[in-house]
């Protein structure tokens, strides 16, 4: 099986399952813009979000540290228990912690329920990479799939027919994830990888040497991703950022493609010790970006309606705060495709300073834009900060020069900012307008697939 039909594979089995589970997911907003207020929504994505950057902290990252090592053929009874260890160590650590954290006003109403979270999902996370680098992607997407089934039930018990508010939504989300963590245990067999003195102390340290950097990248990379809701809660109040994270949600779309791709392509490129000099890299890219472009694309010409139609009166009006995040996510994901070369080549402290220097002009910016121009201009935060943080590795990786079909792919870049600026300083955007920009992008992506089309003909003439 050549690479790109491994990766393509390894892509539709991933899809399969995750995209099914995703969708099901994003399906979920509606539902909670109906039985959730703007300020409960806001409250409980708060603590979500707050939970997913707790992850990465406590569990030092040990869970791509597992996947790597994994990767490298390494005995996956050593990695997978010295992993484990960690994990232990995380949950002693959680109750040393109850003190503090029932101070923090945020949380200490649901600080069983948040605690319980933070918990499952921590080993649950665990699960998947061990799960995806034996290769087992059937049962990792299925998994998913039963996890947002769930979840969707939970939901609708919980908070329609019992009605109980933020409590429900918790609730919901413990049921599902617990499920999965035990699917993804037993039905992985991961019992058989661990024991006591499976624990080998000289491989957990090169595990932590390589998923200690990661630390500061996620939480950088939360920060460009979430401290605006933050930020936006301190000026305007959670009802400002329960607009806020419906507008997100729809980006999400663009952000499902990301992920199973990145879980894809990371396995490939891994795998096969794949180099970013390599032309099979850019390739890939240009499949990668002429992809992600068309699907932002439509989602721009359907915003309004869409969000229109499935949101309650009391989020209208949410759609105008979208096309700057979905630049936002095409950056991010540009910069996670990049991210896997440092990843192969176990690079994992250059990552860092890419990410720090966007997050720290997305905080800046923030606090600069939030308080005279709104929900706006968290948008515009997150996108140059994603953008700062893109331009970094692909100059640090040298990647400018690997494009293909340079002018095309800036074109295409430009179209899309030029119209989410349209689109965000108007009330009622005209078809027409909208259609030439789509027409207009359609060519660019036009000329770059007939050139990878004429790469790969020429070389199946060569063979």
């Known amino acids: 099986m050549n690479r790109i039909k491994k990766l393509g594979f390894n892509t539709l089995i991933i899809g399969l399952g995750s995209m099914g589970s995703k969708f099901m997911i994003f399906l979920l907003v509606p539902f909670y813009t109906f039985y959730l207020s703007p300020a409960e929504y806001g409250q409980a994505d708060i603590l979500m979000m707050t939970i997913s950057i707790l992850i990465p902290i406590l ?13 490298d053929k390494i005995d996956p009874k050593k990695v997978f228990s010295s992993g484990c260890a960690i994990l232990v160590l995380m949950s002693v650590l959680l ?3 109850a003190p503090i954290l029932l101070q923090i006003p945020m949380i200490q109403d649901y600080y069983i329920l948040f605690s319980l979270i933070l918990l499952v999902q921590a080993w649950n996370a665990l699960f998947q990479q061990q799960v995806r680098a034996n290769g087992k992607l059937i049962l990792y997407s299925v998994s998913g799939l039963l996890m947002a089934v769930l979840l969707f039930v939970a939901n609708l018990v919980f908070l329609k027919y019992w009605d109980m508010g933020i409590d429900g939504f918790l609730y919901a989300n413990l049921v599902a994830f617990s499920v999965q963590a035990f699917l993804l245990f037993f039905g992985g067999k991961l019992y058989r990888f661990f024991s006591f003195r499976a624990i080998n102390k000289p491989l957990l340290g090169k595990m932590l040497l390589y998923s200690l950097p990661l630390i500061p990248n996620a939480v950088l990379w939360w920060v460009m991703q979430v401290s605006d809701r933050y930020i936006l809660t301190l000026f305007l109040g959670v009802a400002a950022n329960g607009l806020y994270t419906v507008a997100a949600k729809i980006p999400s779309l663009l952000s499902m493609l990301n992920t199973v791709f990145f879980q ?7 795998g096969d010790g794949i180099k970013k000099s390599d032309t099979f ?12 472009f068309v699907v932002t694309e439509v989602i721009l010409l359907i915003v309004q309606p869409f969000a229109d139609t499935l949101f309650s009166a009391a989020y209208q009006g949410v759609w105008q705060y979208v096309p700057f995040l979905l630049i936002a996510v095409i950056l991010s994901s540009f910069s996670s495709f990049l991210e896997v070369s440092y990843m192969a080549e176990k690079k994992t402290k250059q990552l860092v300073i890419t990410t720090l220097k966007g997050g720290i002009v997305n905080i800046a910016l923030s606090f600069l834009l939030i308080p005279f121009v709104g929900i706006i201009g968290a948008s515009i935060a997150t996108l140059i900060g994603f953008l700062i943080t893109w331009l970094l590795r692909m100059h640090q990786t040298g990647f400018f020069r690997q ?7 800036w074109c ?23 259609c030439l920009f789509a027409v207009a992008l359609l060519g660019c992506q036009a000329v770059l697939v007939k050139k990878l089309v004429r790469y790969k003909t020429a070389r199946s003439l060569a063979k």
């Open 59 to 71: 569990t030092l990252s040990i869970a791509d540290g597992v996947f790597r090592y994994t990767m």
């Open 95 to 97: 109750v040393a912690l």
């Open 264 to 270: 894809a392509w990371s396995i490939s490129a891994i």
């Open 281 to 292: 890299f850019a390739q890939v890219f240009t499949i990668f970006s002429c992809l992600f």
């Open 403 to 409: 494009i293909e079909s340079k002018f095309s792919f």
């Open 412 to 434: 295409s870049l430009a179209l899309l900012f030029g119209q989410s600026v349209y689109l965000s300083c108007i009330d009622t955007p005209n078809l027409m307008v909208q």
